[in-house]
């Protein structure tokens, strides 16, 4: 009884808090804006299936409402504004650059809700984060990289210096390393996501330089179209399955699975159960998929990798475990010691064995 | 047959008609090609043009409008100085980037002093920054002939490369967790292009551009260069008869228009942008050439166009949001805008005839 009322109190005091919002709603409008066209095959393309998984689990309840191609900047900031002005209750912004144009239009509209993908700050309490770990995937392909590649010479086309993509890139080597001692990666930084053109040249500039397997931190199909043109050449679907290059230079891939986490959030504003979060699932959440291993992997490579993606699914394997040195020899992860997420999150190292630099 | 005839002096009707009637071409052939996807062509027409400035949320549009309109604006009639002198500065993206560059870094440097020198400080280096950027083509224009259209159209490039070095490197927020980009300016008050009236949009950029629009009429209709500078595009050997040293011109021209480009990209990143980062840059520097052209090269005709233009990305946003119209239809809208603006300019110098039996 005594339990009871503290509850009663506590679910009281909650909803006097927040207002509305506690009690649940009868329909929401969910919207979403978008940093390239839903047509580029990947980043995008995985929201917006995300959002239509949204649709499919609420039906009436919810309207969907999303813009493309939102330059991160001041545009996103009126775009924001439009949509939160439009009735927009809850607003998913999915992409790095709209961090501050999120915060600053949350200030202004606390009852709608803001969602901002792979961000870090949360200045108001109707701000959220949420992040993948898609650096567990990486650990997967630099494991098939280092087995498959025959130059030794493996690449990766990055986007933009920032810890999200460093600990893609750190994590892939580490793990091709693992299994090829020589192996040697090249970084092409693109500074872009979404650029087909740009991200084509990064892919040909690999290959001129040997590369033999290509991981691209992009949004595009276009480094695969690229990679195609090549005999031996392999590459890896980013973001979405890329499917359609199976037959090709594709051999697995690693698919972000938003819907879950959409679905979860309109249904928390639906039923009042909302709570402001930092959500950062990997494989085990299922916000991370590894595609299919096509048979252009060894049967051995492709169980090994199999067997990686479990093991770190049941939690007994880290990708980043000690001992790991930071590039300029000084260590960083003792024997066994597994990277803390703050490391992580500010990562801004390469680790012992790559060589170059990061932008600076 | 019809065939097209020299006009033997450009036709006034058409040189002021051809906006207007381009404007209405566009809307019918958008209408049409928004019936084509399945969407109410006067809907999407009206939420396109009508309901940024009269519509629900228009309190908060129109100072959208400005915000949009106000950088094009600086950025075009600079443009259009040198332009009706014959002289292609095609690079003012790069200048704009480095005005933003030079201008912040500034503003930064004293971080967080606070004292009311500061801001006017920083645009003076904002507007020396694209200066510089714009006296690298000139230089090479006068003294080793280049083409100005390529170097400054490449110089855009290079300029991109280092606003990313300055975002992940010198410029970067030392409190920003290492992730890219500047501090911001919105908690910096003294290096700050806030809002001057709240909730109007109108900072000092907006006032900047009207201000310079009416300067660049007077310069354009009252002022020794302003007669040189029409001069040398009209009839470039009377120019050089009349005294008219094109190399001072180049010169002249590129810094003015480099020198508003470079301020534009600082009231920008000081303002709506809030920051430096890897790509603030949005295109104004390439967008304000089709306003250039679109307002006839007319200090108070840019103004219009820049509205114009503004317009259709507010209001191209609203329609892609609430009608769900893919954003590539409403930049194919846009490009239609030019397409016909050019199309229909042919008028302006040639005119239609019935051509009578062969040759």
């Known amino acids: 009884m005594k339990r009871r009322n503290l509850l009663a109190t506590a679910a009281m005091g909650l909803m006097l808090a927040s ?51 939102v330059p991160e900047g001041a545009d996103a ?28 239009v949350a200030a202004k509209f606390p009852n709608v809700k803001f969602e901002h993908a792979t961000g870090f700050k949360r200045e108001h309490p109707n701000v959220s984060t949420y992040n993948a770990r898609f650096y567990e995937g990486r650990a997967i392909q630099g494991h098939i990289a280092g087995k498959m590649t025959k130059t030794n010479k493996i690449g990766y086309i990055a986007s933009f210096p920032i810890p999200e993509v460093i600990m893609g890139i750190n994590s892939y080597y580490l793990h091709a390393k693992k299994v090829n001692p020589d192996v040697q990666l090249s970084v092409v930084w693109a500074f872009t996501w979404f650029d087909p053109a740009k991200e084509a040249d990064s892919a040909k500039a690999l290959i001129d330089q040997g590369v033999d397997v290509i ?11 690229e990679a195609a043109k090549v005999e031996g050449v392999i590459g890896f679907g980013q973001a979405s399955d890329m499917a359609a290059y199976k037959d090709g230079p594709r051999v697995t891939s690693i698919i972000d699975n938003w819907g879950p986490y959409y679905v979860k959030r309109v249904g928390a504003l639906l039923d009042g159960t909302y709570e402001q979060i930092d959500a950062w699932e990997g494989i085990a959440g299922g916000e991370v998929l590894i595609g299919e291993i096509t048979d252009k992997v060894p049967a051995d490579v492709k169980a090994e990798a199999e067997a990686m993606r479990d093991a770190i699914a049941a939690g007994t394997y880290h990708p980043f475990t000690g001992p790991i040195n930071k590039q300029d020899g000084s260590p960083w992860l003792a024997e066994g010691q597994t990277a803390p997420d703050g490391d992580l999150l500010g990562m801004n190292f390469y680790v012992e064995g790559i060589t170059g630099e990061i932008p600076k | 047959m019809l065939r097209l005839e020299k006009r033997p002096t450009p036709s006034r009707f058409w040189l002021y008609a051809t906006p207007p009637v381009a404007v209405i071409l566009t809307m019918i052939a958008g209408g049409i090609l928004f019936a084509a996807m399945g969407k109410n062509p006067f809907e999407v027409i009206r939420t396109i043009f009508w309901d940024p400035v009269f519509g629900e949320f228009a309190f908060y549009l129109r100072g959208q409008l400005l915000v949009k309109a106000g950088p094009l604006i600086l950025i075009a009639i600079g443009l259009a100085l040198g332009f009706r002198a014959g002289i292609w500065n095609i690079g003012a993206e790069g200048q704009y980037i480095m005005g933003a560059i030079i201008g912040a870094s500034v503003g930064l440097a004293v971080f967080p002093t606070e004292n009311r020198l500061i801001f006017p400080v920083m645009v003076i280096a904002g507007a020396f920054g694209g200066w510089a950027w714009a006296m690298i083509p000139a230089i090479l224009k006068t003294r080793f002939n280049t083409n100005e259209i390529l170097v400054s159209l490449m110089l855009v490039y290079v300029a991109q490369t280092i606003l990313a070095k300055a975002s992940t490197g010198f410029l970067k927020n030392p409190e920003g967790m290492g992730f890219p980009g500047s501090r911001n300016f919105s908690s910096y008050p003294a290096a700050q292009n806030a809002e001057l009236i709240a909730g109007t949009g109108l900072h000092w950029g907006g006032v900047a551009a009207l201000v310079t629009a009416v300067l660049a009429w007077i310069l354009l209709t009252r002022h020794q260069a302003g007669f040189q500078i029409r001069l040398a595009g009209q009839a470039p050997r009377a120019a050089r008869f009349h005294g008219v ?60 166009a820049g509205f114009l233009m503004a317009l259709t990305y507010v209001g191209g946003e609203m329609a892609a949001t609430n009608l769900g119209l893919p954003a590539a239809a409403i930049q194919v809208f846009q490009g239609m805008l030019l397409f ?3 199309a229909v300019d042919v008028l302006t110098n040639y005119r239609f005839r019935l051509a009578v039996g062969a040759h």
């Open chain 1, 19 to 69: 207002g509305a919002f506690a009690q649940g709603m009868d329909k929401v409008k969910a919207c979403f804006v978008y940093v390239g066209p839903i047509g580029d095959g990947g980043w995008t393309f995985q929201h917006h299936d995300g959002a239509m998984q949204v649709k499919a689990a609420y039906g009436d309840k919810v309207e969907i409402q999303y813009q493309e191609s």
């Open chain 1, 77 to 104: 900031e009126r775009v924001l504004t439009q949509m939160a002005l439009g009735g927009c209750n809850i607003i998913f912004t999915t992409s790095f650059g709209y961090m501050d144009a999120t915060n600053a």
């Open chain 1, 215 to 225: 991981a691209a931190h992009t949004d595009s199909t276009a480094p695969l179209a």
């Open chain 2, 245 to 304: 040293s094109p190399a001072r011109l180049v010169v002249l021209c590129m810094g003015i228009s480099g020198a508003l480009a470079g301020m534009a990209g600082l009231f920008e990143v000081t303002g709506p942008a809030g920051q430096i980062s890897i790509d603030f840059n949005t295109g104004y520097g390439f967008t304000a050439i089709i306003v250039a052209f679109l307002g006839r090269l007319n200090p108070l005709g840019i103004v219009l």
């Open chain 2, 340 to 342: 016909f603006l050019l």
